[in-house]
């Protein structure tokens, strides 16, 4: 067997070793070339490589797995039209960006001595992410907005309800006119019944409350980054931003904008990718029939230990917790330093060696 991993994949490489030849790559620099001349069978991937028919024509891929929740990254209907099969890793680091989101409102309360009890957050997109913020949104005591319209269809069509009774299903405007924190959690998505590309945009935006905070962790191209700016003035939001539209040459002004501003690692814990690990090892399992088992990712995995239930009533000690073992002002500290890179390129490669070099983070919720 000859495959192909990601060297952001963790400890899979390590794993996979002992059936196939296994080559590690960087995830922008892969090739054709390379897949054919070393007839790579099995490609796993992370977001930053673009799998499609310019780097698959005739190699002889069978296997992609994405470690990644989202799959834009991914030309599944190329993979189909191959009969090359296809795995996700979905909800991997659904934790690790909604404790990003609630570390955001924590910090942003407390910076602006604002009380939980008197906010509504509006969370858009209710999949596996959307439902853990809205859960830890509702043992700290918010109001909940959520919409989600493929999901409210959904619901409609099978007679069933995934929306908890602690949340109010509403259409996207009352959300970002009556709440006072957004946060998006959508695919990025150019078709289709419901597409997502620039969802947030001048028609909507301005809808925003005065003073509100936007925190935007899904990706770049749901939102309208120029709107975002104009409307950060006009109402003296407050912005956190994880995602960039044009990925690793990020939008300078959005960034010094920003409350909070990291380099698409809201998803990067350290648990976050074990899991995404154990997804892409039972995914290769379930393809080859094989039984490939890791102790170390188990032990890792059982190792997770999430706060109790009764730690909410302290929002001051989550948000300490949080500080403590996400360290996301570092991050942001860190990535600051980009603004000081004149050459794009340059900047680029920076974005790049921050995700790539992201150090061990462990989730606490």
């Known amino acids: 067997m000859i495959i192909f991993i990601d060297n952001q994949i963790y400890l899979l490489d390590e794993i996979l070793s002992g059936v196939g030849r296994v080559y590690s790559f960087e995830g922008r620099k892969l090739t054709n070339k390379e897949l054919k001349e070393k007839r790579c069978e099995f490609l796993f991937v992370r977001s930053t490589t673009k799998v499609n028919q310019i780097l698959l024509e005739e190699t002889s891929v069978r296997f992609v797995g994405t470690a990644t929740s989202g799959i834009d990254h991914i030309d599944t209907d190329y993979l189909k039209k191959r009969n090359i099969a296809f795995a996700e890793a979905k909800g991997c680091n659904a934790n690790s960006v909604a ?57 409609q069509e099978s007679s069933t309800n995934p929306f908890p009774n602690y949340t109010n299903y509403c259409e996207l405007e009352k959300l970002l006119s009556e709440a006072t924190i957004i946060t998006n959690h959508v695919p990025l998505t150019e078709t289709g019944k419901y597409p997502t590309k620039n969802l947030l945009n001048k028609e909507n935006l ?3 409350q005065n003073n509100a905070l936007f925190i935007h962790t899904s990706r770049g191209g749901v939102v309208d980054e120029d709107v975002l700016l104009e409307m950060k003035r006009e109402k003296k939001l407050t912005l956190v931003v994880d995602v960039w539209k044009n990925e690793p040459f990020i939008n300078c002004k959005l960034l010094e904008s920003s409350y909070i501003a990291t380099p698409h690692i809201a998803g990067y814990s350290y648990d976050g990718k074990i899991r995404g690990t154990k997804l892409m090892v039972d995914a290769f399992n379930k393809f080859t029939g094989l039984s490939i088992r890791s102790n170390l990712l188990e032990n890792e995995l059982n190792s997770y230990k999430p706060l109790q239930e009764i730690y909410y ?3 001051q000690l989550i948000f300490e917790k949080l500080n403590e073992s996400r360290k996301i002002m570092e991050d942001f500290e860190q990535f600051k330093k980009i603004l000081k890179i004149k050459n794009e390129i340059e900047r680029g490669k920076y974005f790049d060696f921050l995700r790539i070099n992201y150090p061990i983070r462990r989730e606490i919720l």
Do not use: C, H, R
């Not at 509702?138 to 919409?147: E, S």
């Open 206 to 208: 301005k809808l925003l």
């Open 99 to 155: 404790e990003y989101v609630i570390y955001s409102i924590l910090s942003w309360l407390k910076t602006n001595n604002l009380q939980l009890s008197e906010q509504t957050i509006g969370i858009i997109g209710f999949g596996n992410i959307g439902t853990l913020v809205a859960k830890y949104s509702y043992l700290l005591g918010l109001k909940i907005l959520v919409n989600d319209p493929p999901l409210l269809e959904k619901m």
């Open 313 to 315: 009533k302290k929002p």
